[in-house]
C-alpha cells in the first residue's frame, strides 16, 4: 500500500529558528513529490520536486528529494510567525484511468512563537 | 488566470439529512477535477475524481456521491448524512500539463 509519512506531526520553536521538517514515501511508480502550506482553509503549493539532489528555493523556504533513500525535506530559515501553518507533504503516484493520484502524509504542525 | 471556488464554506446538518457541495473552476478547460476529505488532525483522503463530464472514479466506499454535470462543475452529495461525514472537504483541480493539483477553499462539514 502506497503511504507517505511526515515527521515531526508537530513542531514548536522561536522567531528566528532554523526548521526541517521531513516526508518519507514508499509509492509504486512515483513520479513527482509536492510540499503544500495549510494554514486554515486551502493548501497552498510551495514546491514540486522530480529529481534527486536538485534543491528547489524560494526565499527563505528550500527543499530536496533523495529518489534513492525515498525522502524529501523541507528547510525553513529564519522562521517568521507567518510561517505557522500545516505543511503537507504528497507524492504523485500512478494515474488513476488518466487522472493523477496524490499520496498525503498526516502533515506536520507548525507553530512559530514570538 | 485559474481560480477555483467552492460552498459553502461552513455547513451544520443533522444526521439523515442530505448535502450538496459545490465546486467550480474557471480559467481553464477540460481539468481534472478531485474531491479530498480531511479528518482534523490527518492528512487529504481522496474520495472521487472524474476527469471529464459524467465520469466519476470512487477511491473509498462510503455514504457519499459525486457528479460532474458540466466541464468545470463538480458536485459533493449525499443522501442521508452521517455523524462520520464530518469533516473538512476540499476540491481540488489539475491542469493537463502539470502535477500540481490546486485547492478550494473548503467546506467545514458538522453533522449532529
Known amino acids: 500500500e502506497d503511504k507517505v509519512v511526515q515527521s515531526p506531526l508537530s513542531l514548536v520553536v522561536h522567531e528566528g529558528d532554523t526548521v526541517t521538517l521531513n516526508c518519507s514515501y514508499e509509492?509504486?511508480?512515483?513520479?513527482?513529490l509536492l510540499w503544500y502550506k495549510q494554514e486554515k482553509k486551502a493548501p497552498t503549493f510551495l514546491f514540486m520536486l522530480?529529481?534527486?539532489?536538485i534543491e528547489k528555493k524560494s526565499g527563505r523556504l528550500s527543499s530536496i528529494l533523495d529518489k534513492k533513500e525515498l525522502f524529501s525535506i523541507l528547510n525553513i530559515t529564519a522562521t517568521q510567525t507567518g510561517d505557522s501553518a500545516v505543511y503537507l507533504c504528497?507524492?504523485?503516484?500512478?494515474?488513476?484511468?488518466?487522472?493523477?493520484?496524490?499520496?498525503f502524509g498526516q502533515g506536520t504542525r507548525l507553530t512559530i512563537n514570538p | 488566470s485559474q481560480t477555483i471556488h467552492q460552498w459553502p464554506a461552513t455547513l451544520v446538518q443533522p444526521v439523515g439529512s442530505p448535502l450538496s457541495l459545490e465546486c467550480t473552476v474557471e480559467?481553464?478547460?477540460?481539468?481534472?477535477l478531485y474531491w479530498y476529505r480531511q479528518a482534523a488532525g490527518r492528512g487529504l483522503q481522496l474520495l472521487f475524481y472524474?476527469?471529464?463530464?459524467?465520469?466519476i472514479s470512487s477511491e473509498v466506499p462510503q455514504n457519499l456521491s459525486a457528479s460532474r454535470p458540466q466541464d468545470r462543475q463538480f458536485i459533493l452529495s449525499s443522501k442521508k448524512l452521517l455523524l462520520s461525514d464530518s469533516g473538512f472537504y476540499l476540491c481540488?483541480?489539475?491542469?493537463?500539463?502539470?502535477?500540481?493539483?490546486?485547492f478550494g477553499a473548503g467546506t467545514r462539514l458538522s453533522v449532529l
Open positions: 509509492v509504486t511508480n512515483f513520479r513527482s
Open positions: 472524474s476527469v471529464g463530464i459524467g465520469q
Open positions: 481540488a483541480w489539475r491542469g493537463r500539463a502539470k502535477n500540481i493539483q490546486y
Open positions: 480559467g481553464t478547460s477540460n481539468p481534472n
Open positions: 504528497a507524492v504523485v503516484g500512478p494515474l488513476l484511468q488518466g487522472a493523477q493520484k496524490l499520496v
Open positions: 522530480t529529481s534527486s539532489g
